[in-house]
């Protein structure tokens, strides 16, 4: 099956830091990628869509600015999390979907952020 | 937008036993039905789906079965095992390439 890869896969940062989490498609290329953050206990939440050599579409209460997201190839997605803060913290995961495998989408194994 | 609603959000059972997980949607453009499995520290992964123009779907140990009248699916687990313990997501979905909107998930525990 189609594999997608995060790294770091763990990131300990100081508050007001920024730190950049990769998500890569190993086999395929993922027309169209998208970010998600979970907190302890809770469910997967989108914060963005990626598409390929275009801008980043948020989800509302998602800060562009702060949560910076370029795709610059069909298999590198990046999301930097700029001056981030305590609260920031959290577990980052990211999908791939390519239109060659119809509705299925593949997930990265995710990316702890502790923000200190 | 799509409303997703999982129950229970809990699940306790004993090796061997069955568990069923049922997930309600709102929208009905849904066309795509997967489940996922979460473990601690790991992404989600895909465990089975199905899609809307079948009412069953059955692999190994896992079964999801659809009713589109009553706009909800769910997710059966039979000889459960202590393996079998995570938390399930179900996902439904309207159109290929779109985002995914995931219920609150349910977190099965198999004691043996």
């Known amino acids: 099956g189609a594999v997608v890869s995060q790294h770091p896969s763990w990131v300990i940062c100081k508050s007001g830091t920024s730190v950049k989490i990769e998500c890569r498609s190993l086999?395929?290329?993922?027309?169209?990628m998208f970010w998600y953050r979970q907190f302890p206990k809770q469910s997967l939440m989108l914060m963005a869509t990626?598409?390929?050599?275009?801008?980043?579409?948020?989800e509302q209460g998602v800060e562009k600015d702060k949560f910076l997201i370029n795709h610059a190839s069909l298999t590198l997605s990046t999301l930097t999390v700029t001056s981030a803060h305590p609260e920031d913290s959290s577990f980052y995961i990211c999908?791939?979907?390519?239109?060659?495998?119809?509705?299925?989408?593949?997930f990265g194994p995710g990316t702890r952020l502790l923000v200190l | 937008g799509e409303n997703v609603e999982q129950h229970p959000s809990t699940l306790s059972v004993q090796e061997g036993d069955s568990a069923v997980i049922k997930c309600t949607y709102s929208d009905s453009a849904s066309n795509y039905f997967p489940w996922y499995k979460q473990e601690l520290g790991k992404g989600p992964q895909l465990i089975i789906d199905i899609r809307s123009n079948v009412g069953e779907k059955k692999d190994q140990r896992i079964a999801v079965t659809l009713n589109k009248t009553a706009k909800h699916f769910s997710l059966h687990i039979t000889e459960t095992q202590p393996e079998d313990s995570a938390v399930y997501f179900c996902?439904?979905?309207?159109?290929?390439?779109?985002?995914?909107?995931f219920g609150k998930g349910t977190t099965l525990s198999v004691s043996s």
């Open positions: 990626s598409n390929e050599g275009s801008k980043a579409t948020y």
């Open positions: 999908s791939a979907w390519t239109s060659r495998d119809g509705e299925t989408q593949y």
């Open positions: 086999d395929f290329q993922a027309t169209t």
């Open positions: 996902a439904p979905q309207t159109q290929a390439g779109t985002a995914l909107i």
